[in-house]
Nanobody
Framework: QVQLVESGGGLVQAGGSLRLSCAASGRTVNNDAMGWFRQRPGKEREFVISLSQDGGSTYSADSVKGRFTISRDNAKNTVYLQMNALKTEDTAVYYC?????????????????WGQGTQVTVSS
């Protein structure tokens, strides 16, 4: 079993930056595909960005391309989401997810383990 805990959320002004962390415990996620999803107010959970098992490929939603990046620190068993040039529409609860079954993934159904989420609020 894998436990994922997100941190780093908070309140930031539009145009600012935040870095979210996703710390894994229970086993290593170094060989998992990792992803970030978000749920905006009144909306369904949506894909944001993901990283392939080997860390060589990333996939991102059009809405965050060029602004968000995903990375992993294998020594810390942690995945990061760097968010730059934040917009008010980025306000959401952000979830980290792990997929041991797929080399790369963008669908929520492909991910087996989920964190509890961290709130990001972007003010105008």
């Amino acid at each position: 079993q894998v436990q994922l805990v997100e941190s780093g959320g908070g309140l930031v002004q539009a145009g600012g930056s935040l870095r979210l962390s996703c710390a894994a415990s229970g086993r290593t996620v170094n060989n998992d595909a990792m992803g970030w999803f978000r749920q905006r107010p009144g909306k369904e959970r949506e894909f944001v960005i993901s990283l392939s098992q080997d860390g060589g490929s990333t996939y991102s939603a059009d809405s965050v391309k060029g602004r968000f990046t995903i990375s992993r620190d294998n020594a810390k068993n942690t995945v990061y989401l760097q968010m730059n040039a934040l917009k008010t529409e980025d306000t959401a609860v952000y979830y980290c997810a792990a997929s041991p079954r797929y080399f790369s993934a963008t669908y929520a159904s492909s991910f087996d383990y989920w964190g509890q989420g961290t709130q990001v609020t972007v003010s105008s």
